[in-house]
């Protein structure tokens, strides 16, 4: 649906030329709920804005449906941005105008008759939750109502991608849970193709089906959640999903090894089964597992007695029950 195709986005500044996005090229399919994740500074919201081009790259090119944006005059460009609408951590709202007429405005935007905007909008209000709060403004409501207002509002237009840039950064923990939950239900009952930016692993666990991960500009590595989750590759990947603990990475006694599960059942007492089968003791060094529709992901850092017998009866239990599992390297900086 939408494809990156080695695009480059470079600004002028005081300083020189800017590169806030080099070469990237992405394909993201009709129905994914796609996410972009990297630290502050590492372009997202510049990437993002290149898909609908409130960006014009500097170089590559973006294809919406198989055109060109590039190709299509001012007038075009602005009538396919409606089928691409975008949300923003900020709300974006208009503090003079209550609910009704925030979703209402890019309807009267686009020339609809009042009586059919109004009752779309109370419609899409509904969607969201919001059918009772038609008539307050946008300082009468939670961080968490002007995020669905928002969404609202960027769903008038039928979009068939929505563009979220860090829309729950600014939320609390409960309130972006119910967004991000609201998201994917729109995503599942009216085909709205996503695409996430966040800097939060957690957000891209909650709802995305595929990842990228950017580095300064760059894809560090692409592809499904799940597989990124349990075996990032790139050093910023682990950074995002694994973040450093000082206390572990001071750890010098004793052998450790990082166990990865990709997939096994979440109600599984694997640390228990281990422990009593293999009649030894370990230590839980830290741990970062998801489950995700009733299976486990993550990985957890142990450290194995000093008993060799002890230690081999470990590895053979791992080897003979599939689990995945590395040697962490003495000195190694680890993640957990």
Same mark, same amino acid.
């Given at each position: 649906?939408?494809?990156?195709?080695?695009?480059?986005?470079?600004?002028?500044?005081?300083?020189?030329?800017?590169?806030?996005?080099?070469?990237?090229?992405?394909?993201?399919?009709?129905?994914?709920?796609?996410?972009?994740?990297?630290?502050?500074?590492?372009?997202?919201?510049?990437?993002?804005?290149?898909?609908?081009?409130?960006?014009?790259?500097?170089?590559?090119?973006?294809?919406?449906?198989?055109?060109?944006?590039?190709?299509?005059?001012?007038?075009?460009?602005?009538?396919?941005?409606?089928?691409?609408?975008?949300?923003?951590?900020?709300?974006?709202?208009?503090?003079?105008?209550?609910?009704?007429?925030?979703?209402?405005?890019?309807?009267?935007?686009?020339?609809?008759?009042?009586?059919?905007?109004?009752?779309?909008?109370?419609?899409?209000?509904?969607?969201?939750?919001? +059918?009772?709060?038609?008539?307050?403004?946008?300082?009468? !409501? %939670?961080?968490?109502?002007?995020?669905? &207002?928002? @969404?609202?509002? $960027?769903?008038?237009?039928?979009?068939?991608?929505?563009?979220?840039?860090?829309?729950?950064?600014?939320?609390?923990?409960?309130?972006?849970?119910?967004?991000?939950?609201?998201?994917?239900?729109?995503?599942?009952?009216?085909?709205?193709?996503?695409?996430?930016?966040?800097?939060?692993?957690?957000?891209?666990?909650?709802?995305?089906?595929?990842?990228?991960?950017?580095?300064?500009?760059?894809?560090?590595?692409?592809?499904?959640?799940?597989?990124?989750?349990?075996?990032?590759?790139?050093?910023?990947?682990?950074?995002?999903?694994?973040?450093?603990?000082?206390?572990?990475?001071?750890?010098?006694?004793?052998?450790?090894?990082?166990?990865?599960?990709?997939? +096994?059942?979440?109600?599984?007492?694997?640390?228990?089964? !281990? %422990?009593?089968?293999?009649?030894?003791? &370990?230590? @839980?060094?830290? $741990?970062?597992?998801?489950?995700?529709?009733?299976?486990?992901?993550?990985?957890?850092?142990?450290?194995?007695?000093?008993?060799?017998?002890?230690?081999?009866?470990?590895?053979?239990?791992?080897?003979?029950?599939?689990?995945?599992?590395?040697?962490?390297?003495?000195?190694?900086?680890?993640?957990?």
């Amino acid at each position: 649906m939408i494809e990156l195709i080695n695009v480059s986005k470079t600004f002028n500044t005081e300083d020189g030329e800017l590169e806030a996005v080099k070469d990237v090229s992405l394909h993201i399919h009709k129905g994914d709920i796609y996410g972009i994740i990297g630290l502050s500074g590492a372009g997202k919201s510049t990437l993002v804005r290149c898909m609908n081009f409130l960006e014009v790259p500097t170089g590559g090119d973006v294809k919406f449906q198989g055109v060109s944006l590039s190709s299509l005059s001012h007038k075009e460009l602005l009538l396919k941005r409606r089928s691409i609408s975008m949300i923003f951590q900020g709300f974006n709202l208009l503090s003079q105008r209550n609910v009704l007429k925030n979703v209402c405005y890019p309807l009267e935007i686009a020339g609809v008759p009042r009586a059919e905007a109004e009752k779309k909008a109370i419609s899409l209000l509904k969607v969201v939750g919001l +059918q009772d709060r038609l008539k307050a403004y946008p300082a009468q !409501l %939670s961080g968490g109502q002007k995020q669905r &207002v928002a @969404i609202a509002r $960027a769903l008038a237009t039928d979009p068939e991608v929505l563009l979220c840039d860090e829309a729950t950064s600014a939320l609390d923990p409960n309130t972006t849970r119910a967004i991000l939950d609201l998201l994917k239900e729109i995503n599942e009952t009216m085909g709205v193709t996503i695409v996430v930016i966040t800097h939060e692993m957690k957000v891209v666990e909650k709802i995305c089906n595929r990842v990228a991960v950017l580095d300064h500009g760059v894809v560090a590595e692409e592809g499904l959640v799940s597989d990124i989750f349990t075996g990032p590759k790139s050093d910023i990947a682990r950074e995002l999903i694994l973040p450093k603990s000082a206390a572990v990475s001071e750890l010098k006694k004793g052998k450790m090894i990082r166990v990865i599960f990709d997939g +096994q059942e979440s109600d599984e007492p694997f640390i228990s089964n !281990l %422990s009593i089968q293999c009649s030894a003791a &370990v230590c @839980i060094m830290g $741990a970062n597992t998801e489950d995700i529709g009733g299976k486990a992901y993550g990985q957890i850092l142990l450290r194995l007695p000093e008993d060799p017998a002890a230690e081999a009866r470990i590895m053979r239990y791992m080897t003979e029950h599939n689990t995945k599992y590395e040697i962490v390297e003495q000195g190694e900086e680890v993640n957990a």
